[in-house]
């Protein structure tokens, strides 16, 4: 073990070859575990969201991973190390948004059957609204992968050391290069697994991570127990679990609950596509809505210890042995310092395991979700627009799912290279806060306003990204200027200006736009028909256009001050909202129905094919039968079905009656006509490929709606 | 002596702004139907919103009052 002066200047070698050893077993038999889920992926249904059959425990449990993966642990331990147990504050502020996506945006992505928030936009707006939403979110989950393959090279970097002789040739192992492997060994899983391989791979890390950040933290508070324990150890204020209002200006209260409490807990919620589809591949709305808010309960004021912890100890042997972690320790690298200190040989290695692994969880999942909305954004309206069709619907799966490989992959080099953009932050939490306070606005704004208020329209949608982002533009290049009166008393660093407070800003800009917008739709209506009464109105709308393109490139490329680049962004704005009513065709009655909250039942209506049967059942246990044909439905008795309190055409869910399967052999289906043998269901051969169902094994049925 | 700024305050804004939204959340749902309380199930996660607000609100009140005199 080396002093901390030395970790600092020569960040290699930390660790046993016992270590390395138990961290690449620790990979291989992760890569075998998730190839091994590939074999239930059939279309890329199951590919992207797993079929939707699981129980809400398996998801709430591999969501954990996900949730703590990518930069948590560097970035979480680096703020407990400066600040304390107000590290856990990200970790405890999501609620507040939680009965717009119980009660709103699940059932609506789940019944509207979208399979990515683009083609919300398309149905709710229009194309355009879909074209410019699909640019904003492949920047922001791109940007997202990089940030987790930066972290995943900063944790592994010390590890390794300075230079690496194999078959005679000597290596300098550098950041890029390390994160070039690490892309290659994520790839090969997400690639040939595909989501059911996520969720069983993060279900399998989720238990391994916090059985991890647990066993560091009892270790650290047993290395610390003769000192006089963690809790007298550290200054009152590294004790509160909230951080001062508005000082300092890299780790404030209201700065933070702006970026990540509002802006951040939207984002998580209804922008994060990853986690969307974990709570898609549950077996029903009410089985999504348990894992999402068991997670926010339960699992996450555990992850906020399990990622924290390490700082806080960290904290408290600067005190006691400052020779050991000296109070000026980089915070980025007090994770891999306190883990090697507290812990022996072996369990180092696996710690560090089990933090790479909730790393690649994120990377692995974050690109799968990219890949999907590849495939629905990308991939099949290009496929539409050339009007290329194939002969079965089985040869389109089978193509779909082979580019959703390939799409993997370069998103994977997309995520890769997107890398170089952030590695020069000072820390990887000011890069994601920074991140995140610029790139989720607008989209959250829209995706909010969307689902909750029937009267937004595309023109408001269409001006909240595009003049809403050039007046977060115009913010951040004169941030004393129009980011100041949101600051609430934070101090400007000139380096990094309102790192965390510019996603107040950036947020009223979004939704003012909007609103506005929204409510003057009478008013561009009129100027539009006044336009369209002219005989050149094709010219009128293309000299707009252009006019629109030039401000926006002007303010974009900054030529002018801040007042008048602020003119130029309302005028972007003003100009968008215009051409949008003039090109867009939009009916906002068949356009918000079962596309807002205000219209759930429709959808549900929709989804089910027909009435919705509220009457509530029991669950009923069945010996399978294999059928003749392929007519759509699966039969039980008379018996049965009035136990489940289902009718003919209601949908059901049949699964393995072993809970612990968490719903991996299962099926959706409707009921058909029923029989007289009690205790069977009659199934199809289609049906028995899909559930994987085992000879012999009792199912479990029960009512869906 | 620890400031307000670092105890109360930032307690307060939290729950007093998140509560807002929390809120307006809470009373869309209910107007637009999207939760139906004559539905038992329904009601049972009307009491789980509920509960979660005062949930975390309790753990950051009794963290700020144990970090302060413990």
Redesign the interface.
Known sequence: MGTIAQVQTTFHDIGSSIDIIIMAVYFIVIMLFGSYFGKYNRSTKDFFFGGRRFAWWLIAFSIVATGVGSHSFIKYSAKGFQYG?SSTMTY??D??????F???WL?IIVYTRVQSIPEYFEKRFSPSARFLATILLLLYMIGYIGIGFLTLGKAIMPLLPETITTLGLQFQPTLMGIIIIIAVITGIYITFGGQTAVIFTDLLQGFILLFAGFLLFFLGIAYLHPHGGL?SLLP??F?????????PPDFN??GI?WQD??AGSVGFLFMNMGLIMRFMATKSV?EG?KAA?FN??FML?LSAIVVGNAGWIGKAISVIQPNIVPPNTSPDQIFDVVAHVVSSPGVFGFVMAALTAALMSTVDTLINATAAIYINDIHRPIKRLLKIKERTQKDTDKKELSAARYSSIIVTILGVVSVLAFKNFPTVYEAHGYFHSTLTPPLVVAIFLGI?WKRFTPAAVMATFLGGVALMIVGAKFPGILIRPFAQGIQMNAEHPYTYIRAFYNLVVCSAVGVAVTYTDGWFRQIVSKIKSKENHKAIAYSLTILAVVLFLMVALGLGGAFILFIYSLIVAFLVAILSVYFIVYDPVLQTEGL???S??KVKESFKGGKIN?R?GDKVLVSWVLKEGEDGVINFSKNDMEKMAADQGDLVYISDKRAWLGGLKSIHSVYGKPHDKDGVVYISEENLKDGVFIKGKILKAEKEM | M??I???W???L??YG???I??LI??I??RK????NLK???HRY?YR??IF??F??LI??TF??L???Y?
């Open positions: 147990f405890l502020n609620w507040f948004f939680l009965p717009f119980l009660f709103g059932p809790w009152t204020t004790k509160l679990p909230l951080a001062d209002f508005n000082k209260f209201v609950f409490g509002v009410d809505r808010a926010i309960l004021p909750f807002t909250v205000w759930i039942q509220e509530e | 620890i400031p700024t670092h105890t305050i930032p307690l804004y939290l702004v998140g509560g939204f929390f959340g809470m869309i749902i637009s139907g999207a939760i539905l038992k199930r996660w789980v919103l979660g607000y949930y975390f753990f950051h963290f700020t144990v970090g302060l413990w």
